[in-house]
């Protein structure tokens, strides 16, 4: 029988699917129905402290005193972060599996306090999901690439949890970052963050939201960086997100060196049971491969060992399109 545990950020999951951080993952009550249907590990929904700092002007409104905004920016957070603390603590009294506990930040700061207490509440790991839209003309990209070292160099100093940090591909140079990001203590990072994306109504004349879920095809652009990643850091650990919705899509990305996948859309539009879907997929896939773990063909296709990485590398179409008439 194949073996699909793997070890992920010191780890051991029982299955390298994961369910990724949403609201499905936000119900303590839902995560029993999430690990009966095989996930490896859970990762809670996100604490966003943009939401918080939001919430904070929308309370103060035209308000310009400074001592009222401190107070209920305290005052907002403190109650965000016990709610949270309270999540950790109940899915560890639901759940066997490894919990995750994710904050989304956009600077350093007092994450390092809460990460403590998210440690101490019996978080097995740390999911850092960092973006900040580089908007300022005159900021130099090393000044934000710094902000997310700054974050992992400071949590590192101060937590033992194992800490995953989630990334987007909007970066000069991804290979240098994310081994920049290892060297500063991070144990795995995950590709890649799913943003708020606008739309525009041509009819009402407005921006609006599109649709949140991710579809199969969107795969594509982390399988590139999974496969090149991977490659040049044997060591890095993966876990590979966005546009995974089956079972040969969890396939593939370990092919390209992932050593785990996140699963969340999928979760919405299929239900739990596409959690077991996918094991037995990869378990049915190992068996008729001759494989006994995946230990045997994880990074099988990466960039390091595929005949030719020019398909990793090709930008352009080329050829593709010069042959269609």
């Known amino acids: 029988m194949a073996d699909i ?3 992920f950020a010191g780890l051991m999951l029982q299955s390298p699917v994961i369910a990724g ?9 839902k995560l029993r129905e999430i690990e009966e249907n095989g996930a490896g ?17 929308e309370m103060t409104g035209n308000s310009d005193s400074p001592e009222e905004e401190d107070y209920l920016q305290n005052y907002v957070r403190a109650n965000t972060l016990q709610h949270y603390i309270g999540l950790v603590k109940a899915a ?16 350093d700061g007092e994450w390092v306090s809460f990460a403590k207490e998210l440690e101490q509440a019996g978080a097995d790991a740390l999911e850092l999901n960092i973006f900040a839209l580089p908007l300022d003309e005159f900021k130099e990209s090393g000044e934000t690439e710094n902000v997310y070292y700054s974050i992992v160099k400071h949590l590192r100093s101060q ?21 920049k990001l290892k060297a500063y203590g991070a144990d795995a990072v995950t590709l890649f963050n799913r ?3 606008p739309d525009i109504d041509i009819e009402r004349l407005s921006v609006g939201v ?62 739990m049971e596409v959690l077991g879907e996918m094991n037995r997929f990869l378990a049915s896939w ?3 491969h001759a494989f006994c773990n995946i230990g045997q063909f994880r990074g099988k296709l990466s960039y390091a060992n595929v005949e030719n990485a020019a398909r990793y590398e090709r930008a352009q179409f080329m050829k593709y399109f010069s042959d269609r008439k």
């Not at 951080?21 to 009550?29: F, K, P, R």
């Not at 937590?159 to 081994?179: C, E, G, Q």
């Not at 990643?229 to 390209?256: D, F, P, Y």
Request: aromatic share 6%.
């Open 41 to 57: 590990a859970v990762i809670l929904k996100s604490v966003f402290e943009e939401q918080m700092r939001m919430d904070v002007r």
């Open 210 to 271: 599109a649709s949140v879920f991710s579809n199969p095809s969107d795969l594509r652009a982390t399988l590139r960086w999974t496969g090149i990643l991977a490659g040049k850091n044997l060591q890095l650990q993966i876990s590979a997100s966005t546009g995974v919705h089956s079972g040969e899509a969890v396939v593939k990305m370990l092919l390209a060196g992932a050593t785990t996948v996140q699963v969340c859309s999928a979760l919405y539009e299929n239900g």
């Open 159 to 179: 937590v033992r949890l194992p800490l995953i940090v989630k990334i987007s591909h909007y970066f000069t140079n991804l290979v240098t970052f994310v081994s």
């Open 21 to 29: 951080s949403c609201g499905l993952t936000a119900d303590a009550g």
């Open 5 to 7: 545990r793997t070890n």
């Open 92 to 107: 560890k009294a639901q759940v066997s599996i490894p919990v995750i506990a994710s904050i989304n930040c956009i600077a």
């Open 195 to 197: 943003f708020y994306e």
């Open 286 to 288: 190992m068996e008729s």
